[in-house]
């Protein structure tokens, strides 16, 4: 090659550079690809368990998750329904969101992922519109109901207690909704909730929506009504000295007699494909809270939601 020709080849590879850095949405194209490793076919709706919200004082309820989510191309929103109410009320109200959510994006149905209460909540919104659910993921949900709920609601058994339980527990509701950025105003029903994450509530309940439910400790069938089902849950109420909430959710464990996430037991937390049901995750982890600490010693929380969202994309959801 020629000196003129080099020369002309150097100067043309710096042209091309100094467009590239030039233009900002351009810049290093030839080497940087866009992250797809969370791009769903179908937008993801997060839900809520009992007590939750979407975001208060600018803290998420499913703390960095989201944004992670839509960093690598998921499009994600977050359902805002009652913080205290049965089942089948709550699962109504996701459903009057997932409509107005088709109706707003065009999407032909959603992946859902119900925390704690927002399993069976979601359960009620794929039964009744199959149309509008493709896939229901819950994570530490009590499917078959909480030992926990069944104690509050025996402290509850006399008029007096009750009427305090209730209005501790209501106007915690309230409180939670006022300082939602998204709140709702359907009041809160303190009772209905603890009634429908009972033993024997949970157990009525699974009568009359039975999709994905094992009869035993196994696993569920992984699609019904052509919507696939999964579950994951964590098994370990202590997971960082640091967290102020895992002391209290140790003490609370101590109401069930399996390994559970401080709220919930391993085998009530089943439900379709069983993904792994002994994180080292206790209740507030498996949302990444209190502020993302968790155990260092297993996956972390979010980790987990990005395989998930990936483990959808590539079973064509």
Same mark, same amino acid.
């Given at each position: 090659m020629t000196t003129q020709a080099m020369k002309t080849g150097i100067a043309g590879l710096a042209l091309a550079v100094l467009v590239a850095v030039s233009q900002p949405s351009q810049a290093f194209w030839f080497w940087k690809t866009k992250d797809t490793y969370t791009e769903t076919r179908y937008p993801i709706v997060l839900v809520h368990g009992m007590l939750g919200f979407d975001a208060i004082l600018g803290v998420d309820y499913w703390y960095r998750i989201t944004g992670e989510l839509s960093r690598s191309g998921a499009e994600v929103y977050v359902a805002q329904v009652t913080a205290l109410d049965s089942s089948e009320a709550r699962g109504l109200e996701l459903i009057t969101q997932l409509?107005?959510? $088709?109706?707003?994006?065009?999407?032909?149905?959603?992946?859902?992922?119900?925390?704690?209460?927002?399993?069976?909540?979601?359960?009620?919104?794929?039964?009744?519109?199959?149309?509008?659910? $493709?896939?229901?993921?819950?994570?530490?949900?009590?499917? $078959?109901?909480?030992?926990?709920?069944?104690v509050v609601l025996?402290?509850?058994?006399?008029?007096?207690?009750?009427?305090?339980?209730?209005?501790?527990?209501?106007?915690?509701?309230?409180?939670?909704?006022?300082?939602?950025?998204?709140?709702?105003?359907?009041?809160?029903?303190?009772?209905?909730?603890?009634?429908?994450?009972?033993?024997?509530?949970?157990?009525?309940?699974?009568?009359?929506?039975?999709?994905?439910?094992?009869?035993?400790?196994?696993?569920?069938d992984y699609s019904v009504n052509g919507i696939r089902y999964y579950s994951w849950s964590g098994t370990e109420p202590f997971t960082n000295p640091l967290d102020v909430t895992d002391y209290a959710l140790t003490l609370v464990a101590l109401a069930i007699d399996e390994p559970n996430d401080g709220l919930v037991g391993r085998c009530s937390s089943h439900m379709g494909m069983v993904i792994r049901d002994d994180y080292k995750m206790n209740h507030l982890d498996e949302v990444n809270q209190v502020l993302g600490l968790h155990s260092l010693l297993d996956t972390d929380p979010v980790t987990v939601y990005r395989q998930h969202a990936n483990r959808l994309k590539n079973a064509g959801l």
């Open positions: 409509e107005n959510l $088709k109706a707003i994006t065009g999407a032909e149905g959603f992946n859902l992922i119900g925390h704690s209460h927002g399993g069976p909540t979601s359960r009620v919104a794929a039964s009744l519109r199959p149309d509008l659910v $493709k896939s229901v993921t819950s994570v530490g949900s009590p499917h $078959k109901g909480s030992p926990v709920a069944d025996g402290v509850s058994e006399k008029p007096v207690a009750e009427t305090v339980v209730t209005g501790v527990l209501n106007g915690l509701g309230t409180l939670i909704n006022g300082l939602s950025s998204n709140p709702t105003d359907n009041g809160q029903d303190a009772m209905a909730s603890l009634q429908a994450l009972s033993l024997a509530g949970s157990a009525a309940f699974n009568q009359q929506y039975p999709e994905a439910i094992p009869a035993d400790c196994g696993e569920g």
